[in-house]
C-alpha cells in the first residue's frame, strides 16, 4: 500500500448539491495532485497542490477547486454537480512537482451523482 | 498536442501465454514514462518509471522497455492474478507540474 488515503470511498449526491473530498498524503510528500477517471477512461489532471498553493490546472471548470493544509492533506471541492461529473476522484501525492518522482495514488472516491 | 495511446483496448490470454501492450506517446518533452496497474474500483498501482529511450525494467513477469515513440509492456507466463488494466502515462519536462498524461489503458484478462 502507498500510504496515500482518501475518504469518502462512496459518495451518492443530487445535481447541484456541493461536495468535498479528502486526502492524506504519504509521508515526506508535500505535492499533492487530483484526477477525475470516468468509466472506462483513463485519469484526467484536475490540478495540483504544493506547499498550500495550487500551481497548476487541467481543463475543468472554476467550480472544481480545492486546498491545500500545512500537514500537506488536501481537499477537492466540486459545487453545482452535474450528472457528468459522476467517476472515481483520485489523489497522488509526490515529494515535488520539480522532480521525476513516481506519484503515488490512493484507493479514489467513487462519486454518483443522480 | 500532447497524446498517449494505448493498445489494444482490451486482451483475453490463456494462463502462460505471453504478450505485449503497446503505449505510444506524443508529447514535447518526456521527462518520464509510467506504467500502472489498476484493479476494479480501486487506484492505480504503480508498476515502473522509464526515462530514456533504450532502458528496461523489470519485477516478476512484467518487463517494460522504452523508445523514443512508444513503450512496451511485456507479460512473461501470466497469470490470473494479473488480470487488470494496466495504465500509460507520460511527464513532460517544463511547467509547474509534474503532471501526469494517461492514455485509456488496456484491460487485460488471463484465463485459467
Known amino acids: 500500500e502507498t500510504g496515500v488515503t482518501q475518504s469518502p470511498t462512496h459518495l451518492i449526491k443530487t445535481r447541484g448539491q456541493q461536495v468535498t473530498l479528502r486526502c492524506s498524503s504519504q509521508?515526506?510528500?508535500?505535492?499533492v495532485s487530483w484526477y477525475q477517471q470516468a468509466l472506462g477512461q483513463g485519469p484526467q489532471f484536475i490540478f495540483q497542490y504544493y506547499r498550500e498553493e495550487e500551481n497548476g490546472r487541467g481543463n475543468f471548470p472554476p467550480r472544481f477547486s480545492g486546498l491545500q493544509f500545512p500537514n500537506y492533506s488536501s481537499e477537492l471541492n466540486v459545487n453545482a454537480l452535474e450528472l457528468d461529473d459522476s467517476a472515481l476522484y483520485l489523489c497522488a501525492s509526490s515529494p515535488d512537482p520539480g522532480s521525476r518522482e513516481t506519484q503515488y495514488f490512493g484507493p479514489g472516491t467513487r462519486l454518483l451523482v443522480l | 498536442e500532447d497524446q498517449v495511446t494505448q493498445s489494444p483496448e482490451a486482451l483475453r490470454l490463456q494462463e502462460g501465454e505471453s504478450s505485449s501492450l503497446n503505449c505510444s506517446y506524443t508529447?514535447?518533452?518526456?521527462?518520464?514514462l509510467f506504467w500502472y496497474r489498476q484493479d476494479p474500483g480501486k487506484g492505480p498501482e504503480f508498476l515502473f518509471t522509464?526515462?530514456?529511450a533504450g532502458e528496461e525494467k523489470e519485477k516478476e513477469r512484467l518487463k517494460a522497455t522504452l523508445t523514443k515513440k512508444e513503450s512496451f509492456l511485456h507479460i512473461t507466463a501470466p497469470k490470473p492474478e494479473d488480470s487488470a488494466t494496466y495504465l500509460c502515462?507520460?511527464?513532460?519536462?517544463?511547467?509547474?507540474?509534474?503532471?501526469?498524461?494517461f492514455g485509456t489503458g488496456t484491460l487485460l484478462a488471463v484465463q485459467p
Open positions: 508529447v514535447s518533452g518526456l521527462r518520464g
Open positions: 502515462a507520460v511527464q513532460k519536462h517544463g511547467g509547474a507540474t509534474n503532471k501526469l498524461i
Open positions: 522509464l526515462y530514456s
Open positions: 509521508s515526506g510528500h508535500n505535492t
